[in-house]
């Protein structure tokens, strides 16, 4: 398995001929090293239906043919745009041929801004699980630190762990830093920071003061091997 990361939350899975993207938000993000019109995915994985996180996924999907696995509300909005997707929600798991999914509880928001300036509600902000040739990836989408994650680190066997840092929209580092200590998962790796001036952090920084884990700062493009 190939977990590679792109900028703003945008994680990518390679596992058994599968290639999965989560929260593909390629199109205005700067520290992207993708180009949306080249990305190829067979699944899109969605975490929330916020703007930089929804991303290029109807262009995605519509390209190459994708799953679409959102949270339910989410899920509609999409199939309504032609989509083919997969509704899931909250403490839902379902196995799929590419790989386990499950939802996690996310503190945070969820709705979609269209050209006309509308907000779409997109239910519930979740995590998500993906387990895969016995590896386990947790990325916990936007959030703020939760005291459910001590249970989330006790039921699995994490082996990466994307958690966001940039604080103002999500838990800033030191609030990162106690739920990696919660999750216990092998390697910790900062997400969601620096691409908005609102939310520049020092990533190094936060890697260097983790105890319980590895920490590890992915420059877009970056590939950890499982």
């Given at each position: 398995?190939?977990?590679?990361?792109?900028?703003?939350?945008?994680?990518?899975?390679?596992?058994?001929?599968?290639?999965?993207?989560?929260?593909?938000?390629?199109?205005?993000?700067?520290?992207?090293?993708?180009?949306?019109t080249?990305?190829?995915?067979?699944?899109?994985?969605?975490?929330?239906?916020?703007?930089?996180?929804?991303?290029?996924?109807?262009?995605?999907?519509?390209?190459?043919?994708?799953?679409v696995?959102?949270?339910?509300?989410?899920?509609?909005?999409?199939?309504?745009?032609?989509?083919?997707?997969?509704?899931?929600?909250?403490g839902?798991?379902?196995?799929?041929?590419?790989?386990?999914?499950?939802y996690?509880?996310?503190?945070?928001?969820s709705?979609?801004?269209?050209?006309?300036?509308?907000?779409?509600?997109?239910?519930?902000?979740?995590?998500?699980?993906?387990?895969?040739?016995?590896?386990?990836?947790?990325?916990?989408?936007?959030?703020?630190?939760?005291?459910?994650?001590?249970?989330?680190?006790?039921?699995?066997?994490?082996?990466?762990?994307?958690?966001?840092?940039?604080?103002?929209?999500t838990?800033?580092?030191?609030?990162?830093?106690?739920?990696?200590?919660?999750?216990?998962a092998?390697?910790?790796?900062?997400?969601?920071?620096?691409?908005?001036?609102?939310?520049?952090?020092?990533?190094?920084?936060?890697?260097?003061r983790?105890?319980?884990?590895?920490?590890?700062?992915?420059?877009?493009?970056?590939?950890?091997?499982?």
């Amino acid at each position: 398995m190939k977990v590679s990361y792109h900028g703003h939350s945008v994680v990518k899975i390679v596992s058994e001929g599968k290639t999965i993207l989560i929260d593909p938000f390629i199109t205005g993000n700067s520290l992207t090293d993708l180009k949306a019109t080249e990305v190829y995915a067979d699944v899109i994985l969605l975490t929330h239906g916020h703007n930089d996180h929804v991303g290029d996924t109807v262009e995605l999907a519509k390209r190459n043919a994708s799953l679409v696995v959102a949270p339910n509300e989410l899920a509609v909005y999409l199939g309504w745009e032609g989509l083919n997707v997969h509704p899931m929600h909250i403490g839902g798991s379902r196995q799929f041929d590419f790989g386990k999914v499950k939802y996690t509880l996310a503190f945070h928001g969820s709705s979609y801004q269209t050209e006309n300036n509308e907000l779409i509600y997109t239910g519930m902000p979740g995590g998500i699980l993906f387990t895969a040739e016995g590896k386990t990836i947790y990325h916990a989408g936007d959030t703020a630190l939760f005291s459910d994650m001590k249970l989330i680190g006790e039921l699995n066997e994490i082996d990466i762990a994307f958690l966001p840092i940039g604080d103002n929209f999500t838990m800033g580092p030191e609030d990162a830093l106690i739920a990696a200590e919660w999750l216990k998962a092998k390697v910790v790796v900062p997400i969601h920071y620096n691409t908005f001036p609102v939310i520049e952090q020092d990533a190094a920084d936060f890697v260097s003061r983790l105890t319980s884990s590895e920490g590890k700062v992915m420059a877009p493009g970056d590939v950890i091997e499982l």
